[in-house]
């Protein structure tokens, strides 16, 4: 008779760890939570933490899932609102607020409302008793917006104005209107926005006049900061981080401007992140660059990172930023590292996992518009709604 090989035996700790390593994986983590009992609550802990909704019905689903879970929703600490491809209305998913499902989350931290990209990006308008409700139940410390367009600076101001504990805001392919209307009314009001990360140069300026007695950690790209901003009213800033398509002499002629206007002896970490190191020249006639000085007056040290480079070239690519900054060598204020995977400045990203997927064993499920469902435009969640069953 065959007898099973033999499986060693994983402490629950240890397992636990490796879960933890698997936190954006949610096929793996839905393996393990269908390993043993053990290993199930803390993969669901994992695979909870972050909801993805693309559609209205992955937002009843979802409310009901947590409405008659209870015990779930103190997982939750991320919602997602994100129009799958191909959805029509993609106003009723970005500019709605899922009041009903924020009750029951109360350890959400993150909220992401993420358009479509395209041709045109979608126009976003929040109505006015949106924001009262933002104010009310959003109580979040990070934002993320993606993918989306603002008729005027005053309206992203609002949004940003609307949470009131706000400390991590994320921008990515953001476009607003009009942004040379008078915004100095909005100057300094966020209270606790402490950390900015944006891929778009246009709204850095605003963003940073709403946080100038709070900011202390600004990632963004340097044609950005190059005669649009001036950092010098920043009084906590600690830290910057400046990529940049362009060559590394070019880079560093335009950087001595925006290093100027930093307050002396309160940076204490600055990065330059080169995003196209692979089309520099290799000529040997590289000579100490004006930069060195303007950073060395800042007694900051500097990491220099060429994305997309082996590491195994590190020692080649050091030499070439020492050859141009080797006071901040000498002074061992200079780093160089080198990444070969893709260049990512917002180290957190979003995980899809929506929670009709959770597990192999749990029904697909859709909701059938209930009577209070029709004419609802607005987006508002309905009061009631009626689940059916999906065959197969």
Excluded at 126 to 134: A, G, K, P, S, Y
Excluded at 309 to 314: D, I, Y
Aim: charged share 20%; aromatic share 8%.
């Amino acid at each position: 008779m065959s007898t099973l090989p033999y499986l060693p035996y994983i402490p629950l700790e240890v397992a636990e760890n490796i879960i933890d390593q698997l936190g954006e994986d949610v096929r793996s983590l839905r393996s393990c939570a269908l390993t043993c009992r053990g290993w199930n609550r803390h993969a669901r802990y994992h695979l909870v933490a972050s909801i993805l909704v693309q559609s209205r019905e992955d937002l009843y689903s979802i409310y009901d899932y947590f409405a008659s879970k209870p015990r779930m929703t103190s997982f939750v600490r991320s919602l997602s609102m994100s129009p799958g491809p191909g959805d029509k209305k993609t106003g009723c998913l970005l500019e709605v607020l899922p009041v009903d499902l924020l009750k029951l989350l109360p350890n959400l931290r993150r909220y992401c409302i993420v358009g479509v990209y395209g041709r045109t990006l979608y126009r976003i308008a929040f109505h006015d008793t949106t924001f009262i409700r933002i104010k009310t139940y959003l109580h979040v410390e990070e934002l993320h917006l993606q993918a989306l367009r603002f008729r005027t600076g005053a309206e992203l101001a609002r949004v940003l104005i609307a949470l009131p504990r706000l400390r991590r805001l994320h921008c990515r392919g953001l476009i607003a209107d009009n942004l040379t209307a008078d915004t100095s009314r909005f100057r300094d009001k966020c209270n606790m926005l402490s950390e900015v990360t944006s891929h778009t140069d246009d709204i850095v300026n605003l963003i940073i006049q709403m946080s100038l007695s709070t900011l202390r950690i600004l990632r963004c790209n340097l044609k950005a900061l190059t005669g649009r901003v001036d950092l010098s009213e920043l009084k906590h800033l600690h830290s910057v981080d400046i990529t940049t398509y362009d060559l590394i002499d070019h880079s560093f002629d335009q950087m001595i401007s925006v290093i100027a206007t930093v307050p002396s002896k309160k940076l204490r970490s600055l990065t330059i992140s080169f995003l196209n190191a692979r089309t520099w020249p290799t000529s040997s006639e590289y000579v100490r660059h004006p930069l060195d000085d303007a950073i060395l007056a800042l007694d900051t040290s500097v990491v220099v990172s060429m994305a997309q480079q082996k590491p195994n070239r590190r020692a080649f690519w050091s030499k070439i930023v020492q050859r141009y900054l080797p006071r901040l060598h000498e002074a061992k204020l200079l780093q160089v590292q080198c990444s070969s995977g893709a260049y990512n400045m917002c180290t957190s990203s979003l995980k899809a996992s929506a929670l009709t997927s959770l597990f192999h064993r749990i029904p697909r499920w859709r909701v059938a518009p209930g009577p209070r469902d029709q004419g609802d435009s607005h987006g508002r969640l309905p009061g009631r709604s009626i689940l059916c069953h999906r065959s197969g």
